[in-house]
T-cell receptor, first 115, second 115 residues
Framework: SAVISQKPSRDICQRGTSLTIQCQVD?????MFWYRQQPGQSLTLIAT?????????ESGFVIDKFPISRPNLTFSTLTVSNMSPEDSSIYLCSVSISGQGDGYTFGSGTRLTVV | AQSVTQPDIHITVSEGASLELRCNYS??????LFWYVQSPGQGLQLLLKYFSGDTLVQGIKGFEAEFKRSQSSFNLRKPSVHWSDAAEYFCAVGGPFTGANNLFFGTGTRLTVIP
Protein backbone atom coordinates (compact mmCIF):
# COMPACT_ATOMS: atom_id res chain seq x y z
CA SER A 1 0.00 0.00 0.00
CA ALA A 2 1.00 3.62 -0.41
CA VAL A 3 2.68 5.74 2.23
CA ILE A 4 1.41 9.29 2.58
CA SER A 5 3.27 12.10 4.25
CA GLN A 6 0.88 14.83 5.32
CA LYS A 7 1.88 18.10 6.90
CA PRO A 8 1.51 20.03 9.01
CA SER A 9 0.21 17.57 11.58
CA ARG A 10 -1.48 20.35 13.49
CA ASP A 11 -1.76 24.13 13.51
CA ILE A 12 -3.48 26.91 15.36
CA CYS A 13 -4.44 29.77 13.08
CA GLN A 14 -6.01 33.17 13.40
CA ARG A 15 -9.39 33.73 11.80
CA GLY A 16 -9.20 35.35 8.40
CA THR A 17 -5.91 33.71 7.50
CA SER A 18 -5.23 30.72 5.21
CA LEU A 19 -3.47 27.41 5.74
CA THR A 20 -2.05 25.13 3.08
CA ILE A 21 -1.90 21.41 3.79
CA GLN A 22 0.44 19.19 1.81
CA CYS A 23 0.25 15.51 0.96
CA GLN A 24 3.13 13.61 -0.59
CA VAL A 25 2.64 10.02 -1.77
CA ASP A 26 5.41 7.53 -2.36
CA UNK A 27 3.69 6.17 -5.48
CA UNK A 28 2.04 7.70 -8.51
CA UNK A 29 -1.74 7.88 -8.13
CA UNK A 30 -4.45 9.11 -10.40
CA UNK A 31 -6.85 10.42 -7.79
CA MET A 32 -6.26 11.96 -4.42
CA PHE A 33 -9.11 12.65 -2.06
CA TRP A 34 -9.42 15.35 0.57
CA TYR A 35 -11.72 14.77 3.55
CA ARG A 36 -12.80 16.88 6.49
CA GLN A 37 -13.57 15.45 9.91
CA GLN A 38 -15.30 17.93 12.13
CA PRO A 39 -15.00 17.44 15.91
CA GLY A 40 -16.72 14.26 17.01
CA GLN A 41 -18.00 13.51 13.54
CA SER A 42 -17.28 11.26 10.60
CA LEU A 43 -15.36 11.99 7.44
CA THR A 44 -16.88 14.05 4.67
CA LEU A 45 -15.35 14.27 1.22
CA ILE A 46 -14.33 17.78 0.24
CA ALA A 47 -13.01 17.13 -3.24
CA THR A 48 -11.24 14.74 -5.57
CA UNK A 49 -7.97 15.98 -7.02
CA UNK A 50 -6.94 14.69 -10.44
CA UNK A 51 -3.60 15.49 -11.97
CA UNK A 52 -3.91 17.75 -14.96
CA UNK A 53 -7.46 18.87 -14.36
CA UNK A 54 -9.54 20.91 -11.96
CA UNK A 55 -10.52 19.28 -8.72
CA UNK A 56 -14.07 18.04 -8.38
CA UNK A 57 -15.83 19.47 -5.34
CA GLU A 58 -18.65 17.94 -3.35
CA SER A 59 -21.84 19.75 -2.56
CA GLY A 60 -21.24 22.35 0.11
CA PHE A 61 -17.58 22.89 -0.73
CA VAL A 62 -16.32 25.52 -3.14
CA ILE A 63 -13.01 26.19 -4.82
CA ASP A 64 -12.68 29.71 -3.44
CA LYS A 65 -12.78 28.36 0.11
CA PHE A 66 -10.79 25.16 -0.48
CA PRO A 67 -8.48 25.62 -3.46
CA ILE A 68 -6.61 22.46 -4.41
CA SER A 69 -3.46 21.98 -6.42
CA ARG A 70 -2.31 18.75 -8.05
CA PRO A 71 0.92 19.51 -9.89
CA ASN A 72 1.97 15.89 -10.39
CA LEU A 73 0.96 12.29 -9.66
CA THR A 74 2.52 12.19 -6.18
CA PHE A 75 1.62 15.52 -4.60
CA SER A 76 -1.37 17.66 -3.73
CA THR A 77 -2.20 20.61 -1.55
CA LEU A 78 -5.42 21.77 0.04
CA THR A 79 -5.74 25.37 1.21
CA VAL A 80 -8.30 26.40 3.78
CA SER A 81 -8.92 30.06 2.99
CA ASN A 82 -10.23 32.96 5.07
CA MET A 83 -10.61 30.69 8.05
CA SER A 84 -13.25 30.93 10.73
CA PRO A 85 -13.65 28.86 13.91
CA GLU A 86 -16.12 26.64 12.02
CA ASP A 87 -13.19 25.42 9.93
CA SER A 88 -11.61 23.81 12.98
CA SER A 89 -11.40 20.16 11.94
CA ILE A 90 -9.09 17.37 11.01
CA TYR A 91 -8.27 17.38 7.31
CA LEU A 92 -7.11 14.12 5.71
CA CYS A 93 -5.86 13.18 2.30
CA SER A 94 -6.36 9.72 0.87
CA VAL A 95 -5.31 7.69 -2.15
CA SER A 96 -5.97 4.33 -3.69
CA ILE A 97 -3.13 2.75 -5.64
CA SER A 98 -4.71 -0.22 -7.30
CA GLY A 99 -8.33 0.74 -7.42
CA GLN A 100 -11.17 0.77 -5.01
CA GLY A 101 -11.08 -2.92 -4.17
CA ASP A 102 -7.74 -2.60 -2.47
CA GLY A 103 -8.90 0.02 -0.04
CA TYR A 104 -7.66 3.49 0.53
CA THR A 105 -4.64 4.76 2.39
CA PHE A 106 -4.95 7.87 4.54
CA GLY A 107 -2.50 10.47 5.64
CA SER A 108 -2.07 11.05 9.35
CA GLY A 109 -4.26 14.12 9.18
CA THR A 110 -3.90 17.82 9.93
CA ARG A 111 -5.60 18.99 13.09
CA LEU A 112 -6.59 22.62 12.52
CA THR A 113 -7.78 24.95 15.24
CA VAL A 114 -8.97 28.42 14.26
CA VAL A 115 -9.06 31.03 17.00
CA ALA B 1 -31.23 6.85 0.08
CA GLN B 2 -27.84 5.21 -0.04
CA SER B 3 -26.16 5.14 3.33
CA VAL B 4 -23.89 3.36 5.74
CA THR B 5 -24.99 3.20 9.36
CA GLN B 6 -23.17 2.47 12.58
CA PRO B 7 -25.92 2.26 15.20
CA ASP B 8 -23.63 2.42 18.22
CA ILE B 9 -22.01 5.76 18.94
CA HIS B 10 -20.05 4.58 21.96
CA ILE B 11 -19.28 1.11 23.30
CA THR B 12 -17.48 0.24 26.51
CA VAL B 13 -16.03 -3.22 27.06
CA SER B 14 -13.75 -4.77 29.63
CA GLU B 15 -10.29 -5.81 28.62
CA GLY B 16 -10.37 -9.45 27.55
CA ALA B 17 -14.04 -9.37 26.65
CA SER B 18 -15.34 -9.96 23.16
CA LEU B 19 -16.35 -7.14 20.88
CA GLU B 20 -18.81 -6.66 18.06
CA LEU B 21 -19.27 -3.37 16.24
CA ARG B 22 -22.25 -3.08 13.94
CA CYS B 23 -22.39 -1.72 10.42
CA ASN B 24 -25.32 -1.72 8.02
CA TYR B 25 -25.44 -0.40 4.49
CA SER B 26 -28.23 0.56 2.16
CA UNK B 27 -27.30 0.30 -1.51
CA UNK B 28 -28.91 -1.28 -4.54
CA UNK B 29 -26.09 -3.79 -4.79
CA UNK B 30 -23.36 -4.91 -2.43
CA UNK B 31 -20.68 -2.24 -2.27
CA UNK B 32 -17.10 -2.80 -1.27
CA LEU B 33 -16.97 -2.78 2.52
CA PHE B 34 -14.19 -1.56 4.78
CA TRP B 35 -13.39 -1.11 8.43
CA TYR B 36 -10.93 1.56 9.53
CA VAL B 37 -9.58 2.42 12.96
CA GLN B 38 -8.55 5.88 14.11
CA SER B 39 -6.51 6.14 17.27
CA PRO B 40 -6.49 9.48 19.09
CA GLY B 41 -4.58 12.07 17.10
CA GLN B 42 -3.89 9.64 14.28
CA GLY B 43 -5.02 9.07 10.72
CA LEU B 44 -7.07 6.12 9.58
CA GLN B 45 -5.71 2.61 9.37
CA LEU B 46 -7.38 -0.09 7.30
CA LEU B 47 -8.36 -3.10 9.42
CA LEU B 48 -9.95 -5.21 6.71
CA LYS B 49 -11.99 -5.10 3.54
CA TYR B 50 -14.51 -7.16 1.63
CA PHE B 51 -15.55 -7.07 -1.97
CA SER B 52 -16.31 -10.67 -2.87
CA GLY B 53 -15.69 -14.28 -1.89
CA ASP B 54 -15.56 -15.69 1.61
CA THR B 55 -17.97 -13.78 3.79
CA LEU B 56 -15.73 -14.02 6.87
CA VAL B 57 -12.81 -11.67 6.45
CA GLN B 58 -9.71 -11.67 8.59
CA GLY B 59 -7.93 -8.42 9.25
CA ILE B 60 -5.04 -7.02 11.19
CA LYS B 61 -4.74 -6.81 14.98
CA GLY B 62 -6.91 -9.91 15.47
CA PHE B 63 -10.06 -8.38 13.98
CA GLU B 64 -12.50 -10.13 11.70
CA ALA B 65 -15.72 -9.12 10.01
CA GLU B 66 -18.62 -11.07 8.59
CA PHE B 67 -20.58 -9.99 5.57
CA LYS B 68 -24.26 -10.94 5.69
CA ARG B 69 -26.09 -10.11 2.50
CA SER B 70 -29.51 -10.91 3.93
CA GLN B 71 -29.00 -8.36 6.68
CA SER B 72 -26.97 -5.83 4.64
CA SER B 73 -24.46 -5.95 7.45
CA PHE B 74 -20.71 -6.08 7.87
CA ASN B 75 -20.07 -6.35 11.59
CA LEU B 76 -16.59 -6.17 13.07
CA ARG B 77 -15.58 -8.61 15.78
CA LYS B 78 -12.69 -9.39 18.06
CA PRO B 79 -12.71 -12.29 20.54
CA SER B 80 -10.60 -10.61 23.20
CA VAL B 81 -10.15 -6.87 23.40
CA HIS B 82 -6.89 -5.27 24.49
CA TRP B 83 -6.55 -1.86 26.09
CA SER B 84 -4.74 -0.65 22.97
CA ASP B 85 -7.90 -1.26 20.92
CA ALA B 86 -9.49 1.84 22.41
CA ALA B 87 -10.11 4.05 19.39
CA GLU B 88 -12.72 5.25 16.92
CA TYR B 89 -13.88 2.67 14.39
CA PHE B 90 -15.35 3.59 11.04
CA CYS B 91 -17.23 1.42 8.62
CA ALA B 92 -17.00 2.61 5.02
CA VAL B 93 -18.36 1.63 1.64
CA GLY B 94 -17.00 2.14 -1.84
CA GLY B 95 -16.93 0.64 -5.28
CA PRO B 96 -18.77 1.11 -8.54
CA PHE B 97 -22.24 0.52 -7.09
CA THR B 98 -21.92 3.67 -5.03
CA GLY B 99 -21.60 5.73 -8.18
CA ALA B 100 -18.44 7.39 -6.91
CA ASN B 101 -14.71 6.89 -6.63
CA ASN B 102 -14.40 7.85 -2.98
CA LEU B 103 -15.40 6.12 0.22
CA PHE B 104 -18.53 6.88 2.21
CA PHE B 105 -18.17 6.63 5.95
CA GLY B 106 -20.46 5.74 8.78
CA THR B 107 -20.63 8.03 11.78
CA GLY B 108 -18.14 5.95 13.73
CA THR B 109 -18.19 3.99 16.98
CA ARG B 110 -15.97 5.04 19.84
CA LEU B 111 -14.60 2.09 21.78
CA THR B 112 -13.58 2.47 25.40
CA VAL B 113 -11.74 -0.39 27.08
CA ILE B 114 -11.83 -0.61 30.85
CA PRO B 115 -9.34 -2.63 32.92
Amino acid sequence: SAVISQKPSRDICQRGTSLTIQCQVDSQVTMMFWYRQQPGQSLTLIATANQGSEATYESGFVIDKFPISRPNLTFSTLTVSNMSPEDSSIYLCSVSISGQGDGYTFGSGTRLTVV
Amino acid sequence: AQSVTQPDIHITVSEGASLELRCNYSYGATPYLFWYVQSPGQGLQLLLKYFSGDTLVQGIKGFEAEFKRSQSSFNLRKPSVHWSDAAEYFCAVGGPFTGANNLFFGTGTRLTVIP
